[in-house]
Structure formats: structure tokens, C-alpha cells
């Protein structure tokens, strides 16, 4: 299998867990059971899944209220497309 497809995959699903991620959260919150840790969330946020953990954030109207995450997830929408764009000019 080429290994753009590979590194492709392994993106959508990093982003799908950061989207799960955020939407575990939002429920546990709703039933004030244990919570994912925030450096947890914008861990993976920064590790390229920034895209799922926006849309996490949008759609679950989950943690939009926090600055740090109102500041640093979109930060991580824009540095993670930076990087992928140069492992796929670079490395590719």
C-alpha cells in the first residue's frame, strides 16, 4: 500500500478519536462522572487531530467557553495542516 494512503488513514483516525474524544467528555460532564483531562483533549488536538477536535467542540458545543481551548484548538487546525502539507512535500 503507497504510504500517502498509509499516513492518510492514520490522520482520519487520529482526527476521529479526538472527535470521540470530545464527545465522551461532553457526556461524562452531563452526568458529572470522571472527565478526560484537558491536557489530554488538546494533546491529541496538537498530535494532528485538530480538525476532529474542533469539530468535537463545534458540534458538541463542548468546551467552547474555555479560552485556552477557544485559542489553541483552531492554532492546532492551522499547525497541523502546515505539517501535514510538509511531510507530504518532504518526506513523500
Known amino acids: ?3 500517502k494512503i498509509i ?3 492514520f490522520v482520519v483516525i487520529i482526527n476521529i478519536i479526538s ?3 470530545m464527545d465522551i467528555d461532553k457526556k461524562k ?3 458529572s462522572k470522571w472527565r478526560i483531562k484537558e491536557s489530554t483533549l488538546l494533546g491529541w488536538a496538537f498530535c494532528l487531530g485538530g480538525t476532529g ?3 468535537g467542540m463545534q458540534i458538541f ?3 467552547t467557553k474555555h ?4 485559542i489553541f484548538v483552531p492554532m492546532c487546525v492551522i499547525i ?3 505539517v501535514i502539507i510538509l511531510i507530504y512535500k518532504f518526506v513523500f
Do not use: P
Open 1 to 3: 500500500m503507497d504510504k
Open 7 to 9: 499516513f492518510a488513514v
Open 19 to 21: 472527535f470521540s474524544l
Open 29 to 31: 460532564a452531563q452526568k
Open 53 to 55: 477536535s474542533f469539530l
Open 61 to 63: 458545543r463542548h468546551k
Open 67 to 70: 479560552k485556552k481551548f477557544i
Open 80 to 82: 497541523n495542516i502546515i
